[in-house]
């Protein structure tokens, strides 16, 4: 089979992919692009996973690890990621849609993915949906861009208009309703942490120091416990109990209150709004976060209002303000999420994984919003990412690497 049967179709976050997908995998067309009328195709996505995890959990049906003695459920992204693959290479499959495939992997996990790809290209069609310019397969040269519903074709990706578009946020960082009341330097500090669930180790003599006014990134590949680790940061992992684990001058385990840290702490990973259908406004997704909720549920303050809009205004967005939530697009989302977390001016701020599934540009304008928080107010970031992201301005790399005792953790400037 020629090459150039493998197609990579660009998308931003205000592109139609679901409807894109659905027609290309009932009709094998989608417009005056029809690569698969008559053909078998399959889908690659963590939708597909994510319903193999649900028939393992409701009904004990094992369907892509049928041959493999582990839950689904329990494999990193990359395992889960690798058994779908082979389990659709089995299928006799003549298309393969790839959605996004090398999101939330690490670089290694991204290399064998691509060998694990490269090896089938002669014998079956890929359509790699992407967000990304780097994530395109080496082997695809026909390209397409869905802008919105439509699908324009290119001979070239250079040729694709708006594809890097690259805005900054500018402006001033509104005030902070209250200044800190922890005056300390050091606002958390683990002192030869380890982690072990059963006989799995998971964390060994985790050193890490995160002073006030600091910025860092958390790199670790799939599995490393960078979750674990963020988990005894905000408090909730009863396994800081018994150790030298200090959150905010307090000692895990000496009589602190969940909200004694959390009222210190903003959070956001994309799994808090993955499900989310409330029915709330921009504006009430906003001001939730001076009251760590996701979503408006008391009236809110003058003062908070007041904040709201002069952080609408800096994302210039203060026209959406009565628009749901739920309407925006993906990018736009983020910098909600982003603000919400960053609006009561925590002392320390957590984003977990902020730009995956983001297109470029997206991604950019997201990453000079953190620089700006890092650079215009008092909060320590720790930015967690597998990928190496363009812009992004850290003061400090905490690493995790992997070994059978458990992560180590290194500091690299």
């Not at 620089?371 to 930015?383: E, L, Q, Y």
Request: hydrophobic letters at 35%; glycine letters at 6%.
């Amino acid at each position: 089979m020629n090459i150039r049967n493998h197609w990579a179709v660009f998308i931003n976050n205000e592109s139609n992919k679901s409807k894109f997908l659905k027609e290309l995998l009932q009709k094998g067309s989608y417009q005056k692009f029809s690569p698969g009328k008559n053909k078998k195709i399959t889908l690659f996505s963590k939708i597909t996973i994510t319903r193999f995890m649900e028939e393992e959990d409701r009904h004990e049906k094992k369907t892509i690890t049928k041959n493999i003695n582990q839950a689904l459920k329990t494999m990193s992204s990359g395992e889960q990621k690798k058994a779908l693959l082979h389990y659709l290479f089995n299928t006799d499959s003549d298309i393969i849609i790839l959605d996004n495939p090398f999101d939330n992997l690490d670089i290694p996990s991204q290399e064998s993915l691509k060998k694990e790809l490269a090896k089938k290209a002669n014998t079956i069609n890929y359509i790699q949906v992407i967000s990304r310019k780097k994530d395109i397969l080496p082997f695809i040269h026909n390209t397409l861009y869905l802008e919105k519903d439509q699908v324009h074709i290119y001979q070239n990706i250079n040729d694709i208009p708006n594809l890097s578009e690259k805005e900054i946020i500018t402006g001033a960082i509104p005030p902070p309703i209250h200044k800190t009341d922890f005056l300390d330097e050091t606002l958390i500090l683990l002192k030869n942490v380890n982690v072990s669930f059963g006989e799995k180790k998971v964390l060994q003599n985790i050193n890490w120091e995160i002073k006030r006014n600091s910025f860092w990134q958390l790199i670790g590949n799939n599995g490393s416990g960078k979750t674990t680790l963020l988990s005894m940061i905000t408090g909730e992992n009863p396994k800081g109990y018994g150790q030298e684990l200090f959150l905010f001058g307090i000692k895990k385990g000496s009589g602190e209150s969940v909200w004694d840290i959390k009222k210190r702490i903003g959070y956001f990973t994309p799994a808090m709004t993955d499900k989310f259908t409330g029915y709330h406004s921009v504006e009430q997704m906003i001001i939730s976060g001076f009251n760590d909720s996701i979503g408006l549920y008391v009236r809110p303050t003058e003062l908070q209002k007041q904040l709201a809009k002069q952080w609408l205004q800096l994302l210039q967005m203060w026209h959406l303000k009565d628009s749901l939530y739920t309407n925006l697009s993906m990018g736009q989302k983020r910098l909600v999420m982003t603000t919400r977390a960053m609006v009561k001016h925590p002392d320390l701020l957590i984003l977990d994984e902020p730009t995956v599934g983001l297109d470029d540009a997206s991604a950019h304008l997201l990453v000079s919003f953190v620089n700006k928080i890092a650079k215009d107010s008092n909060t320590s970031i720790i930015f967690v990412s597998h990928r190496a992201e363009e812009g992004l301005n850290p003061n400090k790399r905490y690493i995790l690497t992997t070994s059978s005792n458990g992560s180590t953790g290194a500091i690299k400037s």
